[in-house]
């Protein structure tokens, strides 16, 4: 295999600046927009992101077929980038118009409509782009490198989606303010999407399948046992990630700097914890990757992962109003914990697929990115969803007309603690304890990619891979 220029690594990781900045814009700050601007209670997010997301999950699911019965000049997946990368700034600027409607039940729908449409665009991108890391490259390290330049980005992407809309927001104001933003965040998404298109060029290129839609494909990846533990590694990961990071914004205003909240003052706090944290993220890359040659992926996902818990369950003992450094040291240690786990599951992705390749003679990563992305948003949606919904049993209270500051009960801020705490304890403890049966290493790779050239079928390899 060719060694891969740094031009098309960062061509290929360009796209996910939509990826890791739109979600995180997404969990950071649409919760809080929808709750303080658009006036919805914590029962009407919760259903609104449910359903949304529950049908982009299907979509994925069928769309990830599409692909691989896809012929184009572009390949199987970057003419999907190329189409849709206009789309992608109408969808970020109608997510975040702050509907204003006197009726409840016409800010829903408007909320609705215009979430389920950025959701179904960004999928038209992402689920190509999931499958274009598998085929950016066929080796091993190669792979590797390509997908830490992604995450590299996407973190990058994450620091900026976190600190600068809502600086954008609070310079214009606040209506006014989401408008500029949506318009800002959306043009430089497109532009980037478009760079990835045009000249992220894969090195595994397979012709076409042509299949009729059916559940065929993702019961047979299911029947791989290495499937199923990469699964559950990364829909631990996104639970976790997607209520933290959900939350994040609650925890701080409504109980690390409650007071200021209550009294009208802005504060900065939660997002220059954020930066830390992100920023924390792309330094320990090089500490990943040389761990990853070192240890493995599932060693490097077992070491952030506990690094992770141990920082979630300082964070429960921190006092509203403590110094602001106790905030920032957690989230330096948090960053640094999180970025193993972040990064591994994208590593590995297209090791399971070349096992796939193997064990099926079929390679379609089209229907394995969009099998991963469906399960994916299936349990990123029902955790979001539930999140919120139990903040709204625990009483958090929505903003009415006229009405941006709120005093939010002690039964609404003990359950964002919670959540904030032992979510990481809970799932990434799962997560840690599947990743220790995960055996596809460097060499059980190069076993692979060996059978694979010479079409061989060795029993014993076979045999560890089905489980």
Request: aromatic share 14%; hydrophobic share 50%; proline share 4%.
């Amino acid at each position: 295999m060719n060694k891969m220029s740094l031009g098309r690594k960062l061509a290929f990781a360009a796209c996910d600046i939509l990826g890791g900045g739109a979600f995180n814009i997404i969990n950071f700050l649409y919760p809080v927009f929808l709750a303080l601007t658009v006036g919805l209670s914590a029962y009407w997010i919760s259903a609104v992101m449910l359903i949304a997301r529950i049908w982009d999950a299907f979509f994925d699911l069928l769309f990830g077929q599409v692909t691989d019965g896809t012929k184009s000049r572009f390949g199987k997946r970057r003419i999907y980038m190329v189409a849709a990368s206009p789309f992608v700034f109408v969808g970020m600027v109608a997510m975040f118009f702050p509907y204003s409607f006197d009726s409840m039940t016409i800010r829903v729908i408007a909320v609705f409509v215009s979430y389920l449409l950025f959701c179904t665009i960004q999928s038209v991108i992402m689920v190509p782009y999931f499958s274009l890391a598998s085929e950016i490259s066929g080796d091993y390290h190669e792979r590797a490198s390509a997908n830490s330049w992604r995450l590299a980005f996407s973190i990058t992407s994450s620091i900026v989606c976190v600190s600068v809309p809502g600086i954008i927001v609070n310079s214009f104001g606040g209506s006014e303010g989401y408008i500029v933003m949506g318009i800002i965040f959306g043009a430089v998404f497109s532009i980037c999407v478009l760079i990835t298109g045009l000249f992220a060029r894969e090195e595994i290129q397979t012709p076409p399948i042509r299949i009729r839609f059916s559940t065929e494909p993702f019961l047979r990846l299911l029947s791989l046992r290495v499937f199923r533990q990469f699964m559950v590694m990364l829909i631990m990961l996104q639970i976790t990630m997607v209520i933290m990071s959900g939350l994040f914004f609650f925890y701080v205003n409504f109980y690390y700097c409650r007071d200021l909240t209550a009294s009208g003052q802005a504060n900065i706090t939660g997002m220059i914890a954020a930066a830390v944290m992100f920023s924390t993220q792309i330094v320990a890359l090089p500490f990943y990757i040389g761990w990853i040659k070192k240890a493995g992926k599932a060693s490097a996902y077992r070491l952030g992962a506990v690094i992770w818990i141990i920082s979630g369950l300082v964070l429960f003992l921190i006092p509203s109003g403590a110094p602001a450094w106790q905030i920032y040291l957690i989230g330096f240690i948090m960053g640094f914990g999180i970025s193993g786990p972040g990064l591994v599951p994208h590593t590995m992705l297209g090791d399971v697929s070349d096992a796939a390749q193997l064990v099926f003679n079929l390679r379609n990563d089209g229907a394995l990115g969009g099998f991963v992305h469906f399960l994916n948003k299936v349990s990123q949606a029902i955790g979001i969803s539930l999140a919120m919904a139990v903040l709204g049993y625990f009483g958090f209270r929505e903003a009415h007309p006229g009405q941006t500051v709120l005093m939010q009960p002690e039964s609404a801020q003990l359950a964002i603690r919670a959540f904030m705490s032992f979510t990481p304890l809970v799932l990434m403890g799962i997560g840690i304890a599947i990743s220790t049966r995960y055996q596809i290493d460097a060499e059980k790779q190069n076993q692979i990619k060996n059978a694979i050239e010479a079409e061989e079928k060795p029993e014993t390899l076979l045999a560890e891979l089905r489980g």
